[in-house]
Protein backbone atom coordinates (compact mmCIF):
# COMPACT_ATOMS: atom_id res chain seq x y z
CA UNK A 1 0.00 0.00 0.00
CA UNK A 2 0.99 3.49 -1.00
CA UNK A 3 1.89 5.32 2.32
CA UNK A 4 3.82 7.93 3.99
CA UNK A 5 4.14 6.95 7.62
CA UNK A 6 5.58 9.71 10.40
CA UNK A 7 6.57 8.69 13.64
CA UNK A 8 5.71 9.38 16.72
CA UNK A 9 1.82 10.59 16.60
CA UNK A 10 2.20 12.30 19.38
CA UNK A 11 4.90 13.97 21.10
CA UNK A 12 4.98 16.29 24.47
CA UNK A 13 8.80 17.24 25.08
CA UNK A 14 10.29 20.49 27.39
CA UNK A 15 12.08 23.29 25.90
CA UNK A 16 15.69 22.64 24.59
CA UNK A 17 15.22 18.71 24.52
CA UNK A 18 16.29 17.54 21.19
CA UNK A 19 13.82 15.59 18.83
CA UNK A 20 13.82 14.14 15.52
CA UNK A 21 10.27 13.57 13.72
CA UNK A 22 10.72 10.83 11.16
CA UNK A 23 9.02 10.61 7.85
CA UNK A 24 9.47 7.38 5.35
CA UNK A 25 7.77 6.79 1.89
CA UNK A 26 7.13 3.96 -0.19
CA UNK A 27 6.24 5.16 -3.84
CA UNK A 28 9.90 6.49 -5.22
CA UNK A 29 8.73 9.79 -5.03
CA UNK A 30 11.79 12.27 -5.47
CA UNK A 31 10.05 15.31 -3.82
CA UNK A 32 9.19 15.57 -0.05
CA UNK A 33 8.34 18.38 2.41
CA UNK A 34 7.67 18.90 5.82
CA UNK A 35 4.76 21.41 6.99
CA UNK A 36 3.22 22.85 10.17
CA UNK A 37 -0.89 23.39 10.83
CA UNK A 38 -1.86 25.53 13.14
CA UNK A 39 -5.69 26.93 13.94
CA UNK A 40 -6.56 29.98 11.66
CA UNK A 41 -3.54 29.40 9.43
CA UNK A 42 -3.38 26.38 7.54
CA UNK A 43 -0.56 24.42 6.33
CA UNK A 44 2.59 25.92 5.68
CA UNK A 45 6.13 24.74 4.49
CA UNK A 46 8.61 24.51 6.45
CA UNK A 47 11.26 22.62 4.06
CA UNK A 48 11.43 20.70 1.02
CA UNK A 49 13.47 17.92 -0.79
CA UNK A 50 14.02 17.43 -4.44
CA UNK A 51 16.00 14.66 -3.96
CA UNK A 52 18.35 12.92 -2.07
CA UNK A 53 21.02 15.19 -0.19
CA UNK A 54 19.01 18.58 -2.01
CA UNK A 55 16.40 20.38 0.59
CA UNK A 56 15.62 24.18 0.33
CA UNK A 57 14.15 26.37 2.81
CA UNK A 58 10.16 26.46 3.34
CA UNK A 59 8.09 29.39 4.14
CA UNK A 60 8.73 29.19 8.10
CA UNK A 61 12.20 27.06 8.45
CA UNK A 62 12.99 29.19 11.63
CA UNK A 63 14.44 26.44 14.29
CA UNK A 64 14.32 23.23 12.31
CA UNK A 65 16.56 20.95 10.63
CA UNK A 66 16.33 18.48 7.66
CA UNK A 67 18.22 15.73 5.71
CA UNK A 68 17.88 13.37 3.15
CA UNK A 69 20.28 10.84 2.64
CA UNK A 70 17.75 8.39 1.57
CA UNK A 71 15.23 8.46 -1.51
CA UNK A 72 12.45 7.36 1.36
CA UNK A 73 13.51 9.20 3.99
CA UNK A 74 13.22 12.74 5.52
CA UNK A 75 13.41 13.53 9.18
CA UNK A 76 12.89 16.75 10.60
CA UNK A 77 14.77 18.04 13.27
CA UNK A 78 14.40 20.60 15.74
CA UNK A 79 17.59 20.85 17.93
CA UNK A 80 16.30 23.05 20.94
CA UNK A 81 12.46 23.22 20.44
CA UNK A 82 10.54 25.98 22.36
CA UNK A 83 6.67 26.40 22.67
CA UNK A 84 6.02 28.36 19.61
CA UNK A 85 6.78 25.36 17.18
CA UNK A 86 3.80 23.56 19.38
CA UNK A 87 1.64 22.35 16.13
CA UNK A 88 0.75 19.55 14.03
CA UNK A 89 3.07 18.40 11.65
CA UNK A 90 2.96 16.93 8.19
CA UNK A 91 5.11 14.81 6.03
CA UNK A 92 4.10 15.26 2.71
CA UNK A 93 5.98 13.39 -0.83
CA UNK A 94 4.78 13.83 -4.64
CA UNK A 95 6.44 13.04 -7.81
CA UNK A 96 8.85 16.02 -9.65
CA UNK A 97 5.74 18.34 -11.57
CA UNK A 98 3.71 21.11 -10.05
CA UNK A 99 0.45 19.49 -11.03
CA UNK A 100 1.12 16.34 -9.57
CA UNK A 101 -0.82 15.19 -6.01
CA UNK A 102 1.13 15.35 -2.58
CA UNK A 103 0.48 12.24 -0.72
CA UNK A 104 0.40 13.41 3.19
CA UNK A 105 1.49 11.58 6.31
CA UNK A 106 -1.53 11.23 9.57
CA UNK A 107 0.45 13.92 10.96
CA UNK A 108 3.19 14.06 14.72
CA UNK A 109 0.98 16.35 16.98
CA UNK A 110 3.67 18.23 18.84
CA UNK A 111 3.28 19.68 22.12
CA UNK A 112 6.70 21.72 23.88
CA UNK A 113 6.02 22.62 27.63
CA UNK B 1 3.71 35.49 -4.88
CA UNK B 2 0.89 33.05 -4.95
CA UNK B 3 -2.00 32.94 -1.98
CA UNK B 4 -5.27 31.43 -1.73
CA UNK B 5 -7.88 32.91 0.12
CA UNK B 6 -10.99 30.58 1.50
CA UNK B 7 -13.62 32.85 2.02
CA UNK B 8 -15.66 30.77 4.88
CA UNK B 9 -13.86 29.23 8.27
CA UNK B 10 -16.67 27.35 9.13
CA UNK B 11 -19.82 26.23 7.34
CA UNK B 12 -22.13 24.79 9.24
CA UNK B 13 -25.40 22.39 6.83
CA UNK B 14 -28.27 20.13 7.38
CA UNK B 15 -28.23 16.81 5.95
CA UNK B 16 -28.71 16.07 2.18
CA UNK B 17 -28.75 20.69 1.63
CA UNK B 18 -26.43 21.32 -1.16
CA UNK B 19 -23.13 23.49 0.09
CA UNK B 20 -20.44 25.62 -1.89
CA UNK B 21 -16.87 26.82 -0.15
CA UNK B 22 -15.44 29.51 -1.56
CA UNK B 23 -11.95 29.99 -2.42
CA UNK B 24 -9.96 32.85 -4.87
CA UNK B 25 -6.27 32.35 -5.60
CA UNK B 26 -3.87 35.50 -6.73
CA UNK B 27 -1.63 34.56 -8.66
CA UNK B 28 0.20 35.99 -12.28
CA UNK B 29 0.92 33.06 -13.78
CA UNK B 30 -0.54 29.89 -14.52
CA UNK B 31 -1.53 27.54 -11.85
CA UNK B 32 -2.34 24.63 -10.40
CA UNK B 33 -5.22 24.20 -8.51
CA UNK B 34 -6.44 21.05 -5.06
CA UNK B 35 -9.06 20.44 -3.00
CA UNK B 36 -7.62 18.25 -0.55
CA UNK B 37 -9.60 17.11 2.79
CA UNK B 38 -8.95 15.98 6.18
CA UNK B 39 -10.97 13.84 8.59
CA UNK B 40 -10.37 14.22 12.29
CA UNK B 41 -7.35 12.75 13.23
CA UNK B 42 -6.12 12.09 9.81
CA UNK B 43 -3.83 13.50 7.25
CA UNK B 44 -4.93 15.18 4.09
CA UNK B 45 -6.49 13.11 1.21
CA UNK B 46 -6.87 14.71 -2.50
CA UNK B 47 -10.46 15.50 -3.30
CA UNK B 48 -9.74 17.19 -6.72
CA UNK B 49 -7.35 18.64 -8.72
CA UNK B 50 -7.48 21.12 -12.09
CA UNK B 51 -4.30 20.92 -14.37
CA UNK B 52 -5.96 22.52 -17.63
CA UNK B 53 -8.53 21.55 -19.94
CA UNK B 54 -12.01 21.69 -18.54
CA UNK B 55 -13.34 24.26 -16.09
CA UNK B 56 -15.53 21.51 -14.25
CA UNK B 57 -13.80 19.31 -12.54
CA UNK B 58 -14.93 16.31 -10.49
CA UNK B 59 -13.89 14.55 -7.45
CA UNK B 60 -13.56 11.75 -4.95
CA UNK B 61 -16.94 11.25 -2.63
CA UNK B 62 -19.46 13.42 -5.82
CA UNK B 63 -17.87 16.57 -4.89
CA UNK B 64 -16.70 18.81 -7.97
CA UNK B 65 -15.09 22.24 -8.59
CA UNK B 66 -15.41 24.80 -11.03
CA UNK B 67 -12.33 27.16 -12.47
CA UNK B 68 -13.08 30.77 -13.06
CA UNK B 69 -9.92 32.12 -14.55
CA UNK B 70 -11.51 35.79 -14.98
CA UNK B 71 -12.53 35.97 -11.11
CA UNK B 72 -9.61 33.35 -9.90
CA UNK B 73 -11.67 31.18 -8.21
CA UNK B 74 -11.82 27.53 -7.96
CA UNK B 75 -15.57 26.82 -5.35
CA UNK B 76 -15.75 23.47 -4.46
CA UNK B 77 -19.66 22.16 -4.74
CA UNK B 78 -21.72 19.22 -3.79
CA UNK B 79 -25.60 18.70 -4.46
CA UNK B 80 -26.24 16.89 -1.48
CA UNK B 81 -23.99 16.18 1.29
CA UNK B 82 -23.74 13.54 4.40
CA UNK B 83 -23.25 13.33 8.14
CA UNK B 84 -19.82 11.76 7.32
CA UNK B 85 -18.40 14.71 4.81
CA UNK B 86 -17.89 16.71 8.15
CA UNK B 87 -13.94 17.51 7.47
CA UNK B 88 -11.91 20.37 7.10
CA UNK B 89 -11.49 21.31 3.76
CA UNK B 90 -8.12 23.06 2.00
CA UNK B 91 -7.87 24.74 -1.06
CA UNK B 92 -4.52 24.98 -2.45
CA UNK B 93 -2.12 26.09 -5.17
CA UNK B 94 0.98 25.32 -7.18
CA UNK B 95 2.41 27.85 -9.35
CA UNK B 96 4.94 25.26 -11.53
CA UNK B 97 8.80 25.76 -11.66
CA UNK B 98 11.48 23.67 -10.00
CA UNK B 99 10.22 24.43 -6.65
CA UNK B 100 7.50 22.24 -5.68
CA UNK B 101 5.48 24.29 -3.31
CA UNK B 102 1.35 23.94 -2.32
CA UNK B 103 0.33 27.50 -0.59
CA UNK B 104 -2.55 25.85 0.96
CA UNK B 105 -5.77 28.35 2.17
CA UNK B 106 -6.47 28.53 5.75
CA UNK B 107 -9.16 25.93 5.69
CA UNK B 108 -12.99 25.82 5.97
CA UNK B 109 -14.52 23.60 8.65
CA UNK B 110 -17.36 21.69 7.06
CA UNK B 111 -19.88 20.54 9.66
CA UNK B 112 -22.60 18.56 8.34
CA UNK B 113 -26.21 18.85 10.84
CA UNK B 114 -28.58 16.03 11.10
Known amino acids: EAQVTQNPRYLITVTGKKLTVTCSQNMNHEYMSWYRQDPGLGLRQIYY???????DKGDVPEGYKVSRKEKRNFPLILESPSPNQTSLYFC????????????FGQGTRLTVV | AQSVTQLDSQVPVFEEAPVELRCNYSSSVSVYLFWYVQYPNQGLQLLLKYLSGSTLVKGINGFEAEFNKSQTSFHLRKPSVHISDTAEYFCAVNKGGSNYKLTFGKGTLLTVNP
Open chain 1, 49 to 55: SMNVEVT
Open chain 1, 92 to 103: ASHNSGPNTEAF
